[in-house]
C-alpha cells in the first residue's frame, strides 16, 4: 500500500490539478492519478478564457462562486507562477462579446445588466461599434458593438495545464501520469485505489476525472448526471496584433494566433471535425473581422465539455461513502483559483464549503443518462 495521503484526486486535467496543488499548497499530502492522452480531456479544447460574463444570470450562487474566483485569481496566479516558473498568459483586463444587431444588443443587455442592476467592478457595459473601432482595426461593417466586462480575462490553458503540474512536482505531490484508476474501495478509515499493481492509501477522495465521473461516481454511491457536449475550434497561421482583449468566438494569442470558436453540439462521444461546424465558426468570424479570410488556417480539432443539464456544476460528497468527493464543472479556466484556494481546503478538512451546497447531485435526481444531451 502506497501512502498514505490525506488526499487522493483522481483526474489530472485543470479541476484535479487546481485541487490537487492548493490542498498541497494547504498542507496535505497528495497523490493525483492520471489518465492517458487518448482519454477525453476538456482540458486540451478550450478557448482559455477567464469568464464572469452572463455567467449566473439565473442562478446568483452560480454567479457569486464565479466571482469569488474572479477575485482570487490575481493571487492564484501569482503563486502558480512563482511554483513554477512557468508564464501562462494570465490576464485579466477585460472581455468582449460581439454582436451584430441592435436588436441582438438590447437582448444581451437586458439579460446581463438589466435597469436598476448594481454597478461594480462585475458590471457589464455595451460599446459601439465605433468606440471599438479606435481599439480593435479590421472591425467588420456588420458588427454593432460588444459587451465588456472588465473582470473577464484570459490564459493559455496548455501553458496553465503545464504549470499546474510543474507546480504539483515541486509540491511533492505523487502523480500517476497515464494511468487510470482501476479500482476504488472504501477501507473503513479512507479509500484504496488500485493504479495497476500499485494500492494508494488516502483519507479523502476527490473524483475530478470530466466524464470519467460518471462511471466512476456510481461505485462510490454518487450519481452525477453528466453528458459531454461537443465543441470544435479554428487557430489561424500568426498575424500583427488587431485584438487586444479576450473574445467569446475569437481571441488573437499573444504570439500572434487566432482562436475561432466554438460549437455547442450534443453528438455523444463523438470528438470527429465536420465541415459544416467549422464552416459555420467561420462565417461569423469572418462577418467579425473580414481580414481574417486571408489567413490560412494551421489546424481544426474538438473537444468534449463536460456538461450539467442546467449547466452548473456538480459538488457532491458521496452520502454512502463519506470522504469521497466528486467535482465537475465546464468553467475549469474560471474556477481554478477557487477550487484551488476554497474548495481544495474544505475537501481537506472533511467537508464541502458552504458556497456549493446549491450544486449537490441531488438537484438531477429524474434525469436519466442520455449522451446525447440534457433533454432525456
Known amino acids: 500500500m502506497t501512502g498514505g495521503f490525506d488526499l487522493v484526486v483522481i483526474g489530472g486535467g485543470i479541476i484535479g490539478c487546481a ?46 462562486w464565479t466571482r469569488r474566483s474572479a477575485h482570487l485569481w490575481p493571487e492564484f496566479a501569482a503563486a502558480l507562477a512563482e511554483a513554477s516558473g512557468i508564464d501562462f498568459g494570465f490576464e485579466q483586463k477585460g472581455g468582449l462579446h460581439f454582436v451584430l444587431s441592435a436588436d441582438e444588443a438590447a437582448r444581451r443587455m437586458a439579460a446581463l445588466a438589466p435597469p436598476g442592476s448594481a454597478r461594480d ?32 480575462g484570459a490564459v493559455n490553458p496548455l501553458r496553465l495545464l503545464q504549470a499546474l503540474r510543474g ?48 462511471e466512476l461516481g456510481r461505485g462510490l454511491g454518487l450519481e452525477l448526471a453528466l453528458f459531454p457536449q461537443r465543441g470544435q475550434l479554428l487557430v489561424t497561421e ?51 473581422f473580414p481580414h481574417l479570410g486571408g489567413l490560412a488556417l494551421v489546424r481544426s480539432w474538438a473537444c468534449l465539455r463536460v456538461m450539467t443539464p442546467d449547466g452548473l456544476p456538480i459538488y457532491e460528497e458521496s452520502p454512502r461513502f463519506p470522504g469521497a468527493f466528486a467535482a465537475a464543472a465546464h468553467s ?45
Open 19 to 64: 485541487a490537487a496543488w492548493g490542498a498541497a499548497s494547504a498542507g496535505g499530502r497528495v497523490a493525483v492519478v492520471d489518465g492517458g492522452d487518448a482519454d477525453d480531456r476538456a482540458s486540451n479544447g478550450n478557448f482559455g478564457l477567464l469568464w464572469t460574463q452572463g455567467k449566473g444570470v439565473d442562478a446568483p450562487p452560480y454567479a457569486a
Open 332 to 376: 475549469g479556466i474560471t474556477l481554478a483559483a477557487v477550487h484551488a484556494r476554497v474548495l481544495a481546503p474544505a475537501i481537506l478538512a472533511g467537508g464541502l464549503p458552504a458556497d456549493v451546497a446549491s450544486f449537490a447531485a441531488g438537484r438531477f435526481a429524474d434525469w436519466q443518462p442520455h449522451d446525447g444531451g440534457p433533454e432525456h
Open 167 to 214: 507546480a504539483l512536482a515541486r509540491a511533492n505531490v505523487a502523480v500517476f501520469q497515464g494511468r487510470r484508476a482501476d479500482g476504488i474501495r472504501a477501507t473503513g478509515g479512507g479509500f484504496a485505489v488500485s493504479v495497476g499493481e500499485r494500492q494508494l492509501s488516502g483519507a479523502r477522495l476527490l473524483l475530478a476525472a470530466g466524464l470519467a465521473n460518471r
Open 121 to 152: 467592478d462585475f458590471a457589464v457595459e455595451f460599446l459601439p461599434a465605433a468606440d471599438l473601432g479606435r481599439d480593435i482595426p479590421g472591425l467588420g461593417p456588420e458588427v454593432f458593438g460588444a459587451t465588456f466586462c472588465p473582470r473577464d
Open 238 to 288: 500568426r498575424t500583427p496584433p488587431f485584438l487586444p482583449w479576450p473574445g467569446t468566438a475569437v481571441r488573437q494569442m499573444p504570439e500572434g494566433t487566432v482562436l475561432l470558436g466554438s460549437t455547442q453540439e450534443n453528438v455523444g462521444f463523438d470528438k470527429s471535425v465536420g465541415v459544416a461546424g467549422l464552416a459555420g465558426i467561420a462565417q461569423r468570424a469572418l462577418r467579425l
